[in-house]
């Protein structure tokens, strides 16, 4: 199975900031079948980017996702304060689906 | 518009069965892949199993695979999830997960809310 890693663990920023979360594959995630979402606290988790780099519907397009192959990135513009949420990556290009551990990103 | 509504989790003992449902509206539910997938208490996510459009094909992760059946009824837009022989690593809040495609694969474009299943004596 592909195994995800997400860096880092936690990011500390400020609204207003740029935010760049990273996500490594241990095999290449083919037609970069790579989709991120993020969790708020007792939700559940949103789709935000499918295809490394398409935004799904209603995603503000401060969010923003590249990559291709083992290393895929999700970039925020600049923070909201309702975006400050735990991030994952997910891979769906091989069986079984599987996703990062997760990103959390927190109000510094 | 799109509403995965899960139901049926509670507590159970350890060894004992039961049985997870998914209420959906809002789409053409027999046009689409679904999904379960479930998070540990203050953990990560964690994808459980997959059941294609119509059924002919169903995936599990290894964990779970001999004790849990997913199946579909396309005529009532119902999802399940049949759990048998729980274990406490089995406590989890399980989501249902609407795919973005009729297969197996997909990333998963609407959620429900969740159901909370706890497997403790």
């Known amino acids: 199975e592909i195994v995800l890693t997400q860096s880092p663990g936690t990011l500390s920023l400020s609204p207003g900031e740029r935010a760049t979360l990273s996500c490594r594959a241990s095999?290449?995630?083919?037609?970069?079948?790579l989709a991120w979402y993020h969790q708020k606290p007792g939700q559940a988790p949103r789709l935000l980017i499918y295809?490394?780099?398409s935004r799904a519907t209603g995603i503000p397009d401060r969010f923003s996702g590249s990559g291709s192959g083992t290393d895929f990135t999700l970039t925020i513009s600049r923070l909201e304060p309702e975006d400050f949420a735990v991030y994952y990556c997910?891979?769906?290009?091989?069986?079984?689906?599987?996703f990062g551990q997760g990103t959390k990103l927190e109000i510094k | 518009q799109v509403q995965l509504v899960e139901s049926g989790g509670g507590v159970v003992q350890p060894g004992r069965s039961l049985r997870l449902s998914c209420a959906v509206s809002?789409?053409?539910?027999?046009?689409?892949?679904m999904h379960w997938v479930r998070q540990a208490p203050g953990k990560g996510l964690e994808w459980v199993a997959v059941i294609s459009y119509d059924g002919s094909n169903k995936y599990y992760v290894d964990s779970v695979k001999g004790r849990f059946t997913i199946s579909r009824d396309n005529s009532k837009n119902t999802l399940s999830l049949q759990m048998n022989s729980l274990r406490a690593e089995d406590t989890a809040l399980y989501y249902c997960a609407k795919a973005n495609s009729s297969t197996q694969r997909g990333y998963f474009d609407y959620w429900g809310q969740g159901t909370l299943v706890t497997v403790s004596s």
């Open positions: 095999q290449s995630v083919t037609s970069n079948y």
């Open positions: 809002g789409f053409i539910f027999s046009s689409y892949g």
């Open positions: 997910q891979q769906y290009s091989s069986s079984p689906n599987t």
């Open positions: 295809g490394a780099s």
